[in-house]
Nanobody
């Protein structure tokens, strides 16, 4: 089996910073891409940032200049550095991995999510 686990969420004041981590583990042959999504109550889930194994990135406009996604291909880990946090960043953040298992089966898997709350 393959799984992804998020960590690093918490309560932060406006203007503060947080760094989220997501580690993929299990019978993994290779990872095509890793992404961060978020969902606030009453709103649909949205893509925050995504990064390919080659390093290409994509961000939603609302976080450009404030968030940075990065990855460690050896550790199968993706990070999301969040700076200048705003109240509207409050949401549950989910990690998503698109990968190939050692059985050469394509897998898309979600983590359980980590809560990020920006409030004074």
């Amino acid at each position: 089996q393959v799984q992804v686990v998020e960590s690093g969420g918490g309560l932060v004041q406006p203007g503060g910073s947080l760094r989220l981590s997501c580690a993929a583990s299990g019978s993994i042959f290779s990872i095509t891409s890793l992404g961060w999504y978020r969902q606030a109550p009453g709103k649909q889930r949205e893509l925050v940032a995504r990064i390919s194994s080659g390093g290409s990135t994509n961000y939603v406009d609302s976080v450009k200049g404030r968030f940075t996604i990065s990855r460690d291909n050896v550790k199968n880990t993706v990070y999301l550095q969040m700076n200048s946090l705003k109240a509207e960043d409050t949401a549950v953040y989910y990690c998503n991995a698109d990968l190939m298992s050692i059985s050469r089966t394509r897998v898309n898997i979600w983590g359980q999510g980590t809560q990020v709350t920006v409030s004074s």
